[in-house]
């Protein structure tokens, strides 16, 4: 599905990213909005946009396809703003990287049939517009999450990425991605930082630890705020996927505790199995 | 510290480094003991030792030094027999990497005042005389744990550490020797491994983890009897170092569960701010 209108709300790295390919792959009219004039005129200037919308209403109001490219509170903030100027037969989505809290604002602001969540699982270098890349979504994986019963708009959403990004879609329920981003995302991350936290709080001084310490704990390098952020988005998920590493630990202070040669054997079987599925 | 007859029972890869070494760096007569024929045979192609001892028995009579460069095992089995024939003013140290039950052994086998334990924090590539390294300790940390009050015998053996080898040997007790290789060997290991377990576990199927993950378990891929060996013989401290990763654990889930935006800022920046004072 490939819009004849496209509006992008935020124009930072993943927002200027999408209005500049959707340009590239001849949507007529890509408007985009940012609250900052500098990255409008940048965004103008680079050609990723056709117009510089003077409002989110303006925007809204004249779009087929509207993409919320910001921050996961203004995200939630615009969903009414969206639902109120949204055109018949038009539809929204946005980039926040957990889902459930989205589906359901989205569901709370009346936009359930018009609505469908994107999380495209890409890292850029940085945040500001400089950091957009066009190319960014080719073969990258996009999780897409219906916001009802009623799949096709989740559909729409879907091969919008696919036919103008050149992306991978997968449609799949906010739960299922919010467990999924829980495990392969941000447990590592917590996980890094527990082992960092603890050395922080109760290791010993002035020792020296090796390539391993360091290899365990690098992605505790993480922006705080962002990592929090993060957190706190997916925090439900999060929450259940780390009672199940408190459960592992548990297992593991027995096996030591009682000396289970056969336990703790198992135990590290389980988790080097694991391991060697993965690449190096 | 440079004996005139040095005894190394054991000639893998640890055992045959430094009597090589000791051979190259001028001790007039160097002993081996080796449960096997060929790997005696090869040390003394090498030039890395003068002789192949019949017996432990034979080589502990005749040396100034012995390095028991065994596994933690035989190790602790053949300290009676070190009691019973070392020469009078003889030292004995050892080289299994947790000291606390070392030293406890030699304590119980009267050699208290003629041993201190040594860890060389040295990897070799494989544990056989064919892997062996002469240069291997030069610059390389090498605790040092006395045996009792007296710290005459580890003042010894870390001059022989350094004399002979060219190693920066550290003289520690037994318990905090054991305390830092918990945290910055055992730990790391340990951590990793407890992320693949929850995965292996519990985690979704059929998923795609990143490079964070992969960072995050990659010392899960050691194996595993080694790990276990390590963490049975270092128990006591590994257990109480959990303690503490349990206790960081508890405060990120009660942050989480609370939403508790303050608390989760302070536990990623402490976790954060400890990371960026090790190397990438």
Redesign the interface.
């Known amino acids: 599905m490939r819009p004849d209108a496209l509006g992008v709300v935020g124009l930072g790295a993943v927002g200027g990213s999408i209005a500049w390919q959707a340009s590239l792959a001849g949507v007529r009219r890509v408007l985009g909005y940012s609250p900052s004039p500098a990255e409008g005129v940048a965004a103008l200037r680079a050609g990723a946009i056709s117009d510089f919308a003077p409002s989110v209403r303006f925007l809204v109001e004249r779009s087929e396809v509207v993409v919320l490219a910001t921050p996961p509170t203004t995200t939630f903030d615009l969903l009414p703003t969206v639902a109120r100027h949204l055109r018949p037969g038009a539809l929204c989505t946005d980039v926040v990287p957990a889902k459930g809290r989205v589906v359901q604002a989205a569901q709370r602001a009346g936009l359930a049939d018009r609505f469908a969540g994107s999380h495209p699982a890409v890292t850029l270098t940085a945040k500001t517009f400089a950091a957009a890349e066009p190319a960014a979504f080719r073969r990258a994986?996009v999780y897409v999450t219906p916001a009802s019963g009623d799949e096709g708009p989740a559909r729409e959403v879907a091969d919008f990425w696919a036919t103008v990004f050149d992306a991978d879609p997968v449609i799949l329920d906010a739960a299922?991605h919010d467990?999924?981003v829980a495990?392969?995302?941000h447990?590592?991350?917590?996980?890094?930082?527990?082992?960092?936290?603890?050395?922080?709080?109760?290791?010993?001084r002035g020792?020296?630890?090796?390539t391993?310490?360091?290899?365990?704990?690098?992605?505790?390098?993480?922006t705080?705020?962002t990592?929090?952020d993060l957190?706190?988005l997916n925090?439900e998920a999060?929450?259940t996927?780390?009672?199940?590493?408190?459960?592992?630990?548990g297992?593991?202070?027995r096996a030591?505790?009682d000396?289970d040669?056969a336990a703790?054997?198992a135990?590290?079987?389980?988790?080097?199995?694991?391991?060697?599925r993965?690449?190096?």
């Open positions: 994986l299922d467990a999924i495990w392969t995302r447990l590592p991350q917590v996980v890094a930082a527990l082992l960092a936290r603890a050395c922080a709080t109760d290791g010993p020792v020296t630890y090796g391993e310490a360091r290899d365990v704990t690098r992605p505790a390098l993480a705080v705020a990592a929090r957190l706190l925090r999060v929450v996927a780390l009672d199940d590493v408190e459960t592992a630990l297992g593991l202070q030591l505790r000396g040669t703790l054997d135990w590290l079987t389980d988790a080097a199995t694991w391991r060697r993965l690449e190096p």
